[in-house]
């Protein structure tokens, strides 16, 4: 399974990608990190009905894990789709440290966040601040998430003046990129990724940009079969 190894000195971090690999990622937690066995899985609804949730939770309690689960926002009060940009907050992020001492988090535990680039994004600044930061691992779940948010250690949290006003630099301990969970995503959010993965060739990488091109026709492919 390819691996990329991001070179930051004390803070380097391996970046896994594959297909069907949520099934390893309790093996490999236990194996690479030495981390301590409380975890909080913060996400949200809609990621929690998908079909791979309940069973990533289960490995990890087996594995020997304490695993509390954490939706922004909290399930009982939305049902629809919300608008996740608008939880991107500092009462979201107070809710979190409320729930990380509810499941008795310390500097030993770790946050993993699932979801797009706005879970990501919050629930990045909340395990960075918590008593001054603890252990993060992102498995991002959007095409957006994958290839840009969840790599380069910027978490954000907006103000009713403007987005990701308020943030931190800080790096996960690992990110898990399974591209198998991309099947359940919207074409919008699709679209929205593969314009992050064209401004990429378009600003830094030339071949990059003509690998685009001559594969364009697989992209469209990929996006009519979205919903
Ligand atoms: N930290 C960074 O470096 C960085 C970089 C770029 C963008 N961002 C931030 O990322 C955010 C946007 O993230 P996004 O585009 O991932 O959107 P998002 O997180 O809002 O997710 C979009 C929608 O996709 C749904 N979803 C997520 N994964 C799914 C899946 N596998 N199947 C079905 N539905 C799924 C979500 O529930 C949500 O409704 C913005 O807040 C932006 O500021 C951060």
């Not at 943030?167 to 690992?174: A, C, D, L, V």
């Amino acid at each position: 399974m390819p691996e990329i190894n991001l070179k930051l000195h004390k803070n380097s971090y391996p970046i896994i990608i594959g297909s069907k690999i949520l099934t390893g990622f309790a093996k490999a937690l236990k194996q690479r990190l030495f981390l301590g066995n409380r975890l909080v899985i913060v996400t949200n609804p809609t990621l929690r009905r998908l079909n791979w949730f309940n069973p990533l939770c289960k490995r990890l309690s087996r594995a020997g894990y304490k695993v509390g689960v954490v939706s922004v926002p909290p399930e009982a009060t939305h049902r629809r789709e919300p608008d996740l940009e608008k939880f991107k907050s500092n009462q979201m992020a107070m809710y979190l440290y409320g729930e990380f001492l509810k499941n008795r988090l310390d500097r030993t535990s770790t946050v993993i966040a699932v979801g797009g680039g706005t879970t990501g994004d919050l629930a990045s600044f909340a395990a960075s601040t918590y008593m001054r930061g603890i252990n993060l691992i992102h498995i991002p779940t959007t095409l957006l998430a994958q290839v840009d948010s969840s790599i380069g250690g910027k978490t954000a949290i907006n103000l009713p003046q403007g987005k990701n006003l308020v943030g931190t630099f800080y790096q996960p301990r690992m990110v898990y990129i399974d591209i198998d969970v991309l099947k359940s995503l919207p074409r919008r959010e699709i679209r929205c990724g593969f314009a992050e993965i064209v401004k990429y060739g378009v600003i830094k990488d030339g071949s990059f940009f003509n690998y685009l091109e001559e594969n364009i026709e697989v992209i469209q492919d990929i996006i009519k079969s979205k919903n």
